[in-house]
């Protein structure tokens, strides 16, 4: 099925690759992310829904920008992604960072949410100790502060990420994903994150929600996954066996068949 990429605008412009025909499905990256991390994902929905993967600004090929950010900029970007292709509402699937700004973006715009499904992520970093804290910006922040670039941490970074540490496809894949960073835009990523919290929120989603964990997700872990999915009304949880925190790539057709059934079941 032929893949159509759009820039979207006004400033920031957002880059985004469409495929496939039906609702409208938004696929939103983790922090060390960007559209390609979908690639073993859109063929397979697309056959079901209109696909959209985005890559949110100061990632990939979209825009950078000036000033500082907070996810209420990430919602305002995913309502204008939605707008674009003429829809009232989208199924929203986001992975770890992707999944916050889900439920920052149901929080601003609660009427544009079909469903959501939340892939390996958390509440905010009010929930981490204040050791998975410092871990999470030692490893991502502070050596991009004190001079290195996205290249030299992506080898660290990958190997604390995914499941199967040899394996090599989808280790190669996470190294090439945080290669494409762009530094500064990175490094607002991640003090915007260190600052949100969405506890607040999980209770008042009224839409069908899929919680996804990859069983050896390490950072956001099943049981962290199992308490987000009881806090959120009537909501899913289903657990990629063989998966770290990148459970669409390293286990794609289970992940693929997982949320399909959950939104062709909606």
């Not at 305002?76 to 939605?82: E, T």
């Not at 069908?208 to 308490?227: F, I, Q, R």
């Amino acid at each position: 099925m032929k893949k159509l990429t759009h820039r979207i605008g006004p400033a920031p412009f957002i880059s985004v690759d469409e495929c496939g025909d039906g609702d409208l499905v938004v696929l939103l990256h983790g922090i060390g992310g960007n559209k390609r991390n979908w690639i073993p994902n859109i063929e397979s929905f697309s056959k079901h829904f209109k696909t959209v993967a985005w890559d949110a600004r100061g990632y990939g090929d979209s825009d950078d920008y000036d000033g500082e950010l907070n996810f209420d900029d990430f919602a305002a970007d995913l309502n204008k992604v939605i707008e674009y292709f003429s829809y009232e509402k989208a199924h929203i699937v986001g992975l770890s960072m992707g999944g916050r700004i889900a439920f920052t973006f149901f929080k601003n715009f609660p009427t544009k949410v079909a469903s959501l499904v939340l892939c390996d992520t958390h509440k905010g970093f009010k929930h981490f100790t204040k050791e998975q804290q410092n871990e999470f910006i030692r490893l991502r922040k502070e050596p991009l502060i004190s001079g290195k670039e996205p290249s030299d941490i992506a080898p660290i970074v990958a190997k604390t990420l995914i499941g199967d540490v040899n394996n090599k496809n989808v280790y190669d894949q996470l190294v090439d994903s945080m290669n494409r960073l762009h530094k500064f835009s990175y490094i607002k990523s991640i003090e915007a994150s260190v600052k949100s919290d969405h506890t607040d929120i999980l209770s008042k989603i009224n839409v069908p929600t899929l919680v996804v964990v990859g069983e050896l997700d390490s950072l956001t872990p099943p049981s962290l996954a199992n308490e987000i999915a009881n806090e959120i009304p009537g909501a899913k949880l289903e657990i990629i066996t063989g998966a770290g925190h990148l459970s669409n790539i390293e286990q794609p057709e289970i992940f693929n068949s997982k949320v399909t059934k959950f939104l062709n079941e909606l």
